[in-house]
């Protein structure tokens, strides 16, 4: 593995900090991470809109998305990853097969995947030392981009990465290049059109199916090899790519009281997520002994994905 110069410096060390009340909402943190302006093509932050290649093959991307993610897709993917039947590896060996993609739903990335995951969990530990919880989360956070793998059957990106929403309910306007979603075939299908479709008022995220990728395979894998990380940390895997709730506040009609709370912890992760990622690299060897010791606090040796 490549071993490139220094740690970028993302701010001073703040003091340990519980959940934020109203302030989380800012992701206004005191002596900590400050965010850059633009990204790493000289743009805004998640611009879609900018005349580029590489906004055209992300704009392609999110076309082949809205249109295949159907709440029958969904079902399916969740059935046959659910299993957890492919592999036996470490969390560490997951990291490392990362190094061969790069994200095509990402407009601000386009280094290697492990780069944007040590630089996110070293921005967080920065700020929140002692919430070590939350720097292995920082880590793993993208770990079901495995699924790219042939190991896992090589999934298109479509179906892997990007921009994550509820199934089985209307597609909400906020979600990223929304026209593509008049040609997926529950647009017009009345079961799955309207405000709740199959869902509740309150119901919770747990009991809504959204689109398949990676943050929900990460989920299933964390959950079923019976990690020990808090709720926080599974619901922020889960829904860190869930941008329409954490940005735009759509679908929050779904949420239940956890939901709310745990949303508070994502809410300050999606910053570093987002904002952390940059040209200077980590110091691989350097930072990679602490990350060991958190994947074996937290997580089995093996685990099945």
Not at 81 to 100: D, Q, T
Not at 132 to 157: M, R, Y
Not at 268 to 278: A, Q, R, T, V
Request: charged share 25%; proline share 5%.
């Amino acid at each position: 593995m490549t071993v490139i110069i220094e740690q970028p410096e993302f701010g001073a060390q703040a003091e340990n900090k519980k959940i934020p009340s109203s302030d989380a909402n800012e992701l206004v943190l005191d002596g900590g991470f400050v965010a850059p302006e633009t990204n790493s093509f000289g743009h805004t932050f998640r611009d879609y809109d900018a005349e580029s290649e590489r906004q055209k093959t992300v704009e392609e991307f999110y076309r082949m998305n809205h249109i295949n993610q159907s709440f029958g897709f969904v079902r399916k993917m969740r059935e046959e990853y659910g299993k957890l039947n492919r592999v036996e590896m470490s969390i560490w060996e997951c990291c490392e097969l990362l190094n061969e993609f790069v994200d095509e739903s990402d407009p601000d990335l386009d280094e290697p995947q492990i780069e944007h995951l040590l630089q996110t969990a070293e921005a967080i530990r920065k700020d929140y030392p002692n919430e070590d919880w939350l720097h292995l989360t920082g880590l793993i956070h993208d770990l079901g981009k495995v699924l790219l793998h042939p190991s896992f059957g090589a999934l298109p990106q479509w179906a892997v990465v990007g921009d994550t929403f509820p199934v089985g309910c209307a597609f909400d306007e906020s979600n990223v290049h929304y026209k593509y979603f008049k040609d997926n075939p529950d647009y017009n299908n009345p079961a799955y059109n309207t405000k709740y479709g199959v869902y509740s008022e309150g119901c919770g995220l747990d009991n809504v199916m959204m689109s398949w990728g990676h943050d929900d395979y990460m989920y299933l894998v964390a959950k079923e090899n019976k990690t020990t990380l808090p709720s926080a940390a599974l619901f922020i895997i889960r829904y860190h790519s869930f941008y329409p709730l954490h940005r735009c506040d759509a679908y929050k009609h779904l949420m239940n009281e956890e939901d709310v709370e745990n949303l508070k912890w994502l809410k300050i992760f999606n910053k570093y997520d987002l904002y952390s990622k940059s040209k200077v690299r980590i110091d691989v060897e350097k930072v990679k002994p602490y990350y060991l010791s958190l994947i074996e606090k937290y997580f089995p040796a093996k685990l099945r994905w």
